[in-house]
């Protein structure tokens, strides 16, 4: 065993998991905005050359995971077991994408939280001394998750300022027990936070009380800090939810100086009309296996917290008229002890 439990919910390894590979795809809109240039490839067609969305982000998962394995000069017939998720039910985006891929699977459903999920379970697995190699993947698709979740896009229902565009993208990382990059040094899983929001579309607000429990969680019982990471960055609460983190710490006497937002740092919100931001499965899982692995590897950062947020609702929750409960793992990142 190479891994303990410090305070009440994290884990800590000595021989931390290696992130030999990584990989992300997007989607056109994506691609034309502030981080097009760290996506390994750009779809301008949102079927991704198949007769539906849906069938499209299994194919988005199938070829971020092997552009994950080429980077990481290994075939794919080496992962050992694959942790992999998205938003649609049943996970049918992930479950089409890898059955014909004869690795063991677990399918996963965190919500937007799922690539944080698949790192810590894929990391702890290794720790555990149950495997060599692992891999984590995780999708959204705009069209799927509004057909499924809101309103078929030909009904042009109108978007709330609160509301966020779910990104089309997906994300895959190939961990190992050694080897060269940045590695998963903690892992601090999240407990279900439900802050009573019933609006589908104020889901940063509903997400954001579970990003604070987990991070402050983290620095309780690590004994970090803010100033211990060059960059914490949550999934996709937007500018509400981003906001409201913000505040829960300032109420603490905690400044988050290095705090970001994937579902920020993906779009222009003024340019590319997003309302809040960016959401969904894809949004951490593109941005960190994209613009910020690419960091961490040109020297840019040496550790960040990596804190995607997820929304546990599903179509029957919501309409039963339940509230949305929130998750957030937060994963350390770091290219130092």
């Known amino acids: 065993m190479s891994g303990s439990k410090i305070g009440k919910q994290t884990f800590v390894f000595s021989q931390p998991p290696v992130l030999i590979g990584h990989a992300a795809v997007a989607g056109k809109k994506e691609g034309e905005g502030p981080l097009g240039s760290s996506f390994d490839q750009i779809s301008m067609d949102s079927y991704w050359d198949e007769c539906s969305w849906e069938k499209a982000e299994s194919v988005m998962q199938r070829t971020v995971l092997a552009l994950a394995a080429d980077k990481a000069a290994i075939p794919p017939s080496r992962i050992e077991y694959l942790f992999a ?12 994408g890898h059955r014909d891929s004869e690795i063991p699977f677990f399918g996963l459903f965190g919500a937007c939280s799922t690539m944080g999920e698949a790192l810590a379970l894929a990391a702890m697995t290794i720790v555990g001394g149950f495997a060599e190699i692992t891999a984590a993947v995780t999708s959204s698709h705009f069209c799927t998750a509004e057909r499924q979740f809101r309103f078929p896009l030909e009904y042009g229902g109108q978007r709330t300022p609160t509301s966020q565009w779910t990104v089309t993208g997906a994300g895959a990382t190939i961990l190992a027990a050694s080897g060269l990059g940045p590695a998963i040094t903690h892992v601090t899983p999240g407990k279900i936070v439900d802050a009573g929001i019933t609006d589908p579309n104020n889901m ?11 991070i402050k969680q983290h620095f309780e ?23 409201i983190v913000r505040d829960l710490f300032k109420r603490d006497s905690v400044t988050l100086q290095t705090y970001q937002d994937c579902g920020l740092m993906i779009f222009d919100r003024e340019r590319q009309q997003v309302d809040a931001g960016g959401s969904g499965c894809g949004c951490a899982a593109s941005v960190l296996n994209g613009y910020l692995l690419n960091a961490i590897r040109d020297g840019r950062w040496s550790r960040i917290l990596f804190c995607p947020t997820g929304a546990l609702m599903s179509t029957t929750s ?20």
Do not use: K, W
């Not at 998720?85 to 089409?96: A, K, P, R, V």
């Not at 940063?204 to 987990?214: N, R, S």
């Not at 919501?318 to 002890?337: L, N």
């Open 85 to 96: 998720g998205d938003l649609l039910n049943q996970s049918i985006g992930s479950t089409f």
């Open 318 to 337: 919501a309409q039963q008229g339940e509230s949305i409960p929130g998750i957030c793992h937060a994963v350390a990142i770091s290219t130092v002890g």
């Open 221 to 243: 019982d690590t004994g970090r800090s803010p100033a211990d990471y060059d960059l914490i960055v949550t999934g996709d609460l937007g500018s509400l939810g981003h906001t």
């Open 204 to 214: 940063g607000a509903a997400m954001a009380p579970a990003a604070y429990t987990t």
